[in-house]
């Protein structure tokens, strides 16, 4: 069963312009949440994340928001640029039962010039 | 930082044939993962091991999959026979097991099984 769930496979902005993709969750028990990055024949790389006591994490263009009683995070990246271009994944753990990630399936990011 | 070195980067083998995945996480962490990436499953946790010793391998989908940690700088993925369904890409990832230190991945392997 997927636990965590991006529902949007792929996702196309204009430069400049802000992106947000979204990701859902089913385990109260998660209480950290991370995105990754990926470009092709890369592995994921760790971009952002925020524990279950925030809402709100910033880093420079990038910001992750948890709403914890709809089960719902978003990253927005503002001003997108075409180089974030990427597959974002969104990923979820429990802090109390080990340190795996459980993935999403991931949002395919094309940022158009 | 090297990173986290995974070998070979692409493998091609007949149907019931060995294969086995390397790995080197980065010096000085402590916990390592094995994960796979399908188009209809995306990346799955297979195994995870704490301090050389696995830890959760309900991930592994069946006894064909075989994984060890002989040592801290080095893990291995065995899968014997390979069939074609697991043909995917498979990653390693390492991190510190403190906090909520994220993984660092490699670049993976694809597995192709023909």
């Known amino acids: 069963d997927q636990q965590v769930k991006q529902n949007s496979p792929s996702l196309s902005v204009q430069e400049g312009r802000i992106s947000i993709l979204n990701c859902d969750y089913t385990n109260s028990m998660f209480d950290y949440f991370l995105w990754y990055k990926k470009y092709p024949a890369e592995g994921p790389t760790f971009l952002i994340s925020i524990s279950s006591i925030k809402d709100k994490n910033e880093d420079g263009r990038f910001t992750v928001f948890l709403n914890k009683s709809a089960k719902h995070l978003s990253l927005h990246i503002v001003p997108s640029q075409p180089g974030d271009s990427a597959v974002y994944f969104c990923?979820?753990?429990?802090?109390?039962?080990?340190?795996?990630?459980?993935f999403g399936k991931g949002t395919s990011l094309l940022v158009t010039p | 930082d090297a990173g986290v070195i995974q070998s070979p980067r692409h493998e091609v083998t007949e149907m019931g044939q060995e294969v086995t995945l390397r790995c080197k996480p980065i010096s000085g962490h402590n916990s390592l993962f094995w994960y796979r990436q399908t188009m209809m499953r995306g990346l799955e946790l297979l195994i995870y091991?704490?301090?050389?010793?696995?830890?959760?391998d309900s991930g592994m989908p069946e006894d064909r999959f075989s994984a060890k940690m002989p040592n801290a700088s080095f893990s291995t993925l065995k899968i014997q026979p390979s069939e074609p369904r697991d043909s995917a890409v498979y990653f390693c990832a390492s991190s510190l097991k403190t906090g909520n230190s994220p993984l660092h991945f490699g670049n993976g392997t694809r597995l192709t099984v023909t």
């Open positions: 990923a979820a753990m429990s802090s109390g039962s080990g340190y795996a990630l459980n």
């Open positions: 091991f704490n301090n050389n010793v696995p830890i959760d």
